[in-house]
């Protein structure tokens, strides 16, 4: 078996071969493979990049126009108006007045194409962040304090999006009419529990197939329910001209994890079960687990949910796990413990995660002098993170499918 540094590297190695299996580029090329028509191209979200390049990849100059909307940081742009494609910048995770100039141009974009061209739009996670079309009555100024209200709420992303598409004239299907039957196909990287096309970017182009079910099971804050128009808008219907796949997702992130853990010669135990739920209870369950575990690598996935603070110090949901298992650990000399995002980023900040040990919480406090449930309790395990050397940084990856947590007992 590794030592603390061989088992630690071995972990990113795990983590990067699952990254390389969703990326963007390689399976949007996979999916279009074979493709013979010309396309006026969308893509929208954090790794709306790297699926356009995939498109080119395979179709060439059959792409005929085409608009890329991604995150400040996650596009060459000089690179993509070289291949005749315009882009735009909109705001994440809360949405401003890029996000709402992105929805302007899109809705312009699908109206000025010939009506029997074909769109081909590429949709990532982000993507309910970076474009946004108001309904009447719905401001900036609301829409913003709804968007740092959800994030901090606990709230599944499922139910995030329900209270998004209350105030959103092009989500759940609001693009959907804008087609005027134009054939569509729609390329999806699931970010979201169970690969439901309908809550990814908040399904732009995806008739709810709920429309009733309404706001009224989730606690929200009074001034919240009071935006939500009290006759809900019509609901699009179902289209036979649009075609949608998912071409990447967790599963397929967590089975190459697993797949090159046995590579390099690990037993492993994969978790095909979301982990959600609050991150404190999922992270002492994750140690307990580890502590009392036979030696090999294990494999979960998810997105946690996080209550924060007024005042939230550094740090995400992945960081904030891991500092949870740390403590956990403490002391121990057999167990390592991995959580990123698979985007690339965890909150505010460049960080990913966290890689933690037996020795990471006396590192982080002889680094910080603080003890690390305070930075807990104030959501600022990035802090002590940052102290004891265990952030991962990968940058922007091309892809974003949740969470991936490993552990090693050895």
């Known amino acids: 078996m590794p030592d603390m540094a061989g088992a ?9 071969a699952a990254l390389t299996r969703v990326e963007g580029r390689a399976c949007v090329r996979e999916s279009l493979r074979g493709d013979q028509g010309t396309v006026s191209l969308i893509a929208l979200g954090k790794a709306a990049q790297s699926m356009t390049q995939g498109a080119l990849d395979v179709l060439g100059d059959r792409v005929l126009d085409g608009l890329v909307i991604s995150k400040a940081g996650h596009m060459d742009e000089s690179l993509l108006r070289a291949r005749g494609l315009g882009c735009l910048e909109g705001g994440h995770p809360v949405p401003d007045e890029r996000s709402l100039r992105a929805g302007r141009e899109l809705v312009e974009f699908i109206q000025m194409r010939p009506k029997d061209r074909r769109l081909l739009f590429l949709i990532s996670g982000g993507t309910s962040g970076l474009v946004e079309l108001l309904r009447d009555g719905i401001d900036l100024e609301s829409l913003q304090r709804v968007n ?5 709420s606990g709230l599944s992303i499922d139910a995030m999006n329900r209270v998004r598409k209350s105030l959103s004239r092009i989500k759940g299907g609001g693009l959907i009419p804008l087609l005027q039957g134009r054939p569509a196909q729609v390329l999806l990287i699931s970010d979201v529990p169970g690969d439901e096309p309908g809550v990814i970017g908040s399904g732009l182009l995806v008739a709810d197939e709920h429309p009733a079910r309404g706001l009224d099971d989730l606690a929200l804050p009074d001034w919240l329910r009071a935006l939500v128009p009290p006759v809900p808008p019509p ?9 949608v796949s998912i071409v990447a997702s967790l599963a397929d992130a967590r089975e190459a ?9 690990y037993a492993v135990t994969l978790s095909r079960a979301h982990l959600g739920g609050d991150v404190n209870v999922v992270g002492r369950r994750l140690a307990y687990e580890l502590r009392d575990a ?14 924060l603070p007024e005042h939230p110090g550094q740090g995400g949901r992945n960081q904030h796990l891991a500092l949870v298992v740390a403590c956990q650990i403490a002391g121990r000399r057999d167990v390592c413990f991995l959580a990123a995002g698979t985007d690339g980023g965890d909150g505010p900040g460049e960080d990913a995660g966290a890689i933690v040990d037996g020795g990471s919480v006396g590192r982080g406090c002889r680094g910080l002098g603080v003890d690390p449930e305070v930075c807990l309790t104030q959501a600022d395990s990035g802090r002590f993170l940052e102290a004891s050397g ?3 940084q990968t940058g922007p990856t091309g892809t974003n499918v949740m969470d991936l947590m490993i552990g090693l007992k050895y």
Do not use: C, M
């Open 294 to 307: 036979w030696s090999g690598l294990y494999v979960w996935g998810g997105e946690p949910t996080i209550h």
């Open 235 to 243: 609901v699009p219907t179902k289209a036979d001209n649009i075609r």
């Open 257 to 265: 994890a697993a797949d090159k853990a046995r590579e390099l010669g």
């Open 148 to 152: 740092k209200w959800l994030l901090g």
């Open 390 to 392: 265990d952030l991962i």
């Open 8 to 16: 630690r590297r071995d972990l990113l190695t795990i983590f990067q």
